[in-house]
């Protein structure tokens, strides 16, 4: 398929620059890949769809404070978005800077971080920060929350909370799983006294996420990589989830992709790996059966997903539905809750 082929017009004004007054305030469409079926409705009526035994996982990642401005040693503006840390003093990052420094190039970071340009991994800069404290307490000091690119405004004290599920817990994304924006601790509350059964897994979503698709043939695309982790647990609950006649539902892309990169090989794993999983459709999902997610970019690699889940021409008409309807779009947007057509079959 060609990237065209996930194209779709969506006016400026639709895109949410601000969260919903309230978590669980937001819309939701209810999608049945079987036969495209569109039912509108508000994420508070999410329990409708759900009956106990049923299972769903989150994405536990924590958003770090991963943007960082300053200048390089000879004065230039620098601008720093931390990709992923290495370990306690380096860190893969993007760098924007009127010309993109060499190996040895020393930067000083919002006034008080000394960092030095080690060299290079394809796109992304190595740095080494030259200080005691840890790379996350740096940031957690003195870094900017990183707000996606389609968002226009800095962060603000709104976005500190906000743009974070409130079940976060293990810090390392520099994107938030968005689709978990819409849980508060009443929707969890009720999720438990309805018996509906949770799981987390752990995926740092990177700022790959944002990339766009160059190429005119989807399957000449390169897929960014990102680290998951799948506790053990998890793999039990799913595993007995089926075994019951439960449904896994997995909130947001970021899950998914975790949940289907762990069982490439046919039995779902548990432990940590990185994946560049590349879901397009024709593919055959092996874990997830329903999915929860917000709308996307046009011609972006996770409308490629959601229609590998639930079929190309139904979700390119939920699409043209939601325009018309105006729903809100991206990361503070609306969601949609989306039945796995059958023909994705799920052989876990």
């Not at 039995?267 to 990185?274: F, H, M, N, P, S």
Request: charged share 20%; proline share 4%.
């Amino acid at each position: 398929m060609r990237t065209q082929d996930f194209d779709f017009y969506l006016p400026s004004d639709l895109i949410a620059q601000h969260p919903a007054e309230k978590r669980s305030g937001s819309r939701l469409l209810h999608l049945d890949g079987n036969n495209g079926r569109l039912t509108d409705s508000t994420f508070s009526n999410l329990t409708h769809w759900l009956r106990p035994n049923d299972l769903i996982i989150f994405n536990d990642t924590r958003v770090i404070k991963a943007r960082l401005f300053g200048q390089k040693a000879t004065g230039g503006n620098v601008e720093v978005m931390i990709e992923r840390a290495l370990n306690e003093h380096e860190a893969l990052a993007q760098v924007r800077a009127s010309r993109s420094p060499k190996a040895g190039t020393r930067l000083l970071l919002e006034g008080a971080i000394e960092a030095v340009v080690l060299g290079r991994d394809d796109d992304l800069f190595h740095l080494q920060f030259l200080h005691n404290a840890p790379i996350y307490d740096l940031l957690e000091q003195y870094g900017h929350l990183p707000l996606p690119p389609y968002i226009t405004h800095a962060a603000e004290s709104e976005d500190e909370s906000r743009y974070q599920t409130v079940y976060a817990k293990h810090a390392g994304a520099v994107a938030a799983p968005t689709a978990g924006l819409h849980f508060d601790e009443a929707m969890l509350s009720n999720l438990e006294t309805m018996g509906v059964n949770t799981a987390y897994v752990t995926l740092h979503v990177g700022a790959g996420t944002f990339q766009p698709v160059k190429v005119d043939e989807i399957s000449a695309h390169k897929m960014h990589s990102e680290r998951y982790h799948i506790p053990e647990e998890t793999v039990l609950l799913i595993q007995q989830t089926k075994q019951s006649g439960g449904r896994v539902l997995a909130i947001g892309t970021t899950a998914l992709r975790a949940l289907e990169s762990a069982a490439q090989h046919g039995t779902l794993v548990a432990g940590g790996a990185e994946t560049n999983i590349f879901i397009t459709p024709g593919y055959s999902f092996k874990v997830v059966d329903r999915l929860l997610t917000n709308f996307h970019l046009p011609k972006s690699t996770l409308m490629m997903l959601v229609s590998a889940f639930a079929g190309h021409s139904h979700v390119m008409a939920a699409y043209q539905h939601a325009v018309e309807q105006q729903y809100r779009f991206f990361s503070y947007g609306d969601a949609m809750l989306i039945e796995r057509a059958k023909h994705s079959q799920c052989e876990v």
